[in-house]
């Protein structure tokens, strides 16, 4: 499979060069590469190109094979011996592990805030809106994993962010199973809405629930949609 979109190409992530700072790291080659991949740039199957990735952001081919090594241990990436290094393709097993870990977090962190700051929140909501209007349902799904990026955010903890930027990562490789993006999308960005009121509210025991009940359903989508591709 070869990239489509333009701005997911080689040449599109030359506008992130400068995101590498001064000196350029492996670690934040894969933040820009993990960024392009949760943004839906990257759809599974993907081959990257070592040539063309590496002059578009101006780096070695060892800095990108490292970069390359770590998004394969996070679960993004797989190498194919002779073939070359390919966004990978998720599974059943791991949309089920996915959901148990946004269960775990994403629920905790909504139960236990307290006097949260919701501007993120806010924002996520704001951006789903916008891209509703213009009919951009690629951007309504990042703007949802944004909306869940800032719940897990909540429980204020470098860690638990470091955690799920991979789980979010991820979260986009199984959105791509949907062959109707706004069928799947659209629906949820009122449930955000409804969570942020809530939470505004600080209402934190129905919020917790609606989310879970959410979640719930999101995860019966997606595995309805993954059983009926195979």
Same mark, same amino acid.
């Given at each position: 499979m070869v990239i489509a979109d333009n701005s997911g190409s080689p040449a599109g992530l030359a506008a992130d060069r400068g995101l590498l700072g001064r000196t350029s790291t492996a670690e934040r080659v894969a933040g820009v590469l993990r960024t392009r991949i949760s943004e839906g740039f990257f759809p599974p199957g993907t081959r990257l190109s070592e040539h063309d990735i590496g002059a578009a952001l101006g780096v070695s081919r060892n800095t990108l094979r490292e970069a390359f090594r770590l998004l394969t241990h996070e679960r993004l990436l797989s190498h194919e011996l002779n073939r070359g290094v390919f966004v990978r393709m998720l599974s059943v097993d791991d949309v089920v592990d996915l959901y148990r870990v946004r269960k775990l977090v994403e629920c905790a962190a909504v139960r236990n805030a307290v006097n949260p700051d919701l501007s993120a929140l806010e924002n996520a909501v704001a951006d789903g809106l916008l891209a509703e209007r213009s009919e951009g349902w690629r951007?309504?799904?990042?703007?949802?994993?944004?909306?869940?990026? #800032?719940?897990?955010? @909540?429980?204020?903890?470098?860690?638990?962010?470091?955690?799920?930027?991979?789980?979010? #990562?991820?979260?986009? @490789?199984?959105f791509h199973v949907m062959t109707d993006p706004r069928e799947f999308h659209q629906p949820y960005l009122l449930r955000n809405d409804e969570i942020l009121q809530l939470l505004r509210d600080g209402d934190n025991r129905r919020a917790e629930a609606a989310l879970a009940t959410y979640l719930d359903d999101a995860e019966r989508q997606l595995l309805s949609a993954y059983n009926a591709g195979t």
């Amino acid at each position: 499979m070869v990239i489509a979109d333009n701005s997911g190409s080689p040449a599109g992530l030359a506008a992130d060069r400068g995101l590498l700072g001064r000196t350029s790291t492996a670690e934040r080659v894969a933040g820009v590469l993990r960024t392009r991949i949760s943004e839906g740039f990257f759809p599974p199957g993907t081959r990257l190109s070592e040539h063309d990735i590496g002059a578009a952001l101006g780096v070695s081919r060892n800095t990108l094979r490292e970069a390359f090594r770590l998004l394969t241990h996070e679960r993004l990436l797989s190498h194919e011996l002779n073939r070359g290094v390919f966004v990978r393709m998720l599974s059943v097993d791991d949309v089920v592990d996915l959901y148990r870990v946004r269960k775990l977090v994403e629920c905790a962190a909504v139960r236990n805030a307290v006097n949260p700051d919701l501007s993120a929140l806010e924002n996520a909501v704001a951006d789903g809106l916008l891209a509703e209007r213009s009919e951009g349902w690629r951007d309504l799904g990042t703007a949802n994993i944004h909306f869940h990026q #800032a719940l897990a955010a @909540l429980t204020a903890s470098p860690r638990i962010d470091e955690l799920m930027q991979g789980v979010f #990562a991820e979260l986009r @490789l199984v959105f791509h199973v949907m062959t109707d993006p706004r069928e799947f999308h659209q629906p949820y960005l009122l449930r955000n809405d409804e969570i942020l009121q809530l939470l505004r509210d600080g209402d934190n025991r129905r919020a917790e629930a609606a989310l879970a009940t959410y979640l719930d359903d999101a995860e019966r989508q997606l595995l309805s949609a993954y059983n009926a591709g195979t």
